[in-house]
């Protein structure tokens, strides 16, 4: 009898060894895809940033006017330079 109860308890005991090296194996692969997800979190943060610096830079009226002078040839419109249609009546 006593023969039985120690080889049930030790089939235990090595069924609960092999779950805990199981469940740490989790954690560690859970650890390490949480820090991967960390880092590629950070690096979005900063890209969002520079997308943001871009944003405010490019959309600015000073540069909007520049490029269009220096690219379109566009100029700003005079009083001198505008047409003005009139309707004749009948």
Do not use: F
């Amino acid at each position: 009898m006593s023969g039985r109860i120690n080889s049930v308890i030790t089939a235990v005991l090595v069924v609960c060894a092999l779950s805990l090296v199981n469940a740490q194996y989790h954690a560690r692969r859970l650890y390490v895809e949480l820090g991967r997800a960390q880092s590629q979190a950070k690096l979005l943060n900063v890209q969002w940033a520079q997308l943001q610096l871009d944003q405010s830079t490019l959309g600015k009226h000073a540069r909007i006017e520049l490029a269009a002078r220096r690219d379109l040839k566009m100029v700003p419109l005079t009083p001198a330079s505008t047409q003005y249609l009139t309707v004749e009546g009948k």
